[in-house]
């Protein structure tokens, strides 16, 4: 049974950072591309970013570059997301994503993905 878990999520000023961890279990962690999604209060899920399976590229949304570096470890079964420079607009469930495709090749959508987290909040206070 595959189980992905987010953590890291909470509150935090505007400006601050938060640093989210996604640790899979029941699945071979590097057959996958891994991606982060988000979804605030009366929106759709969107997508945030995306990484290879061995994490050689990696792919952004244009209201995410150069705030949020996503990575991952291989031998820990492990996906990050390091968010800094936070905004309001920010605050959001954050949700990871397994994709069998193990690329990304932009950043691709909902359908794309397999396996989901549960999600954890992130509140950004302004």
């Known amino acids: 049974q595959v189980q992905m878990v987010e953590s890291g999520g909470g509150l935090v000023q505007e400006g601050g950072s938060l640093r989210l961890s996604c640790t899979a279990s029941g699945l071979i962690f590097d057959n996958y591309a891994m991606g982060w999604f988000r979804q605030a209060p009366r929106k759709e899920r969107e997508a945030v970013s995306c990484?290879?399976?061995?994490?050689?590229?990696?792919y952004y949304a244009d209201f995410v570059k150069g705030r949020f570096t996503i990575s991952r470890d291989n031998a820990k079964n492990t996906l990050y997301l390091q968010m800094n420079s936070l905004k309001p607009e920010d605050t959001a469930i954050y949700y990871c994503?397994?994709?069998?495709?193990?690329?990304?090749?932009?950043?691709?959508?909902?359908?794309?993905?397999?396996?989901w987290g549960q999600g954890t909040q992130v509140t950004v206070s302004s």
């Open positions: 994503a397994a994709s069998d495709a193990g690329y990304c090749n932009g950043l691709p959508g909902r359908r794309m993905y397999k396996y």
């Open positions: 990484t290879s399976w061995n994490g050689t590229s990696a």
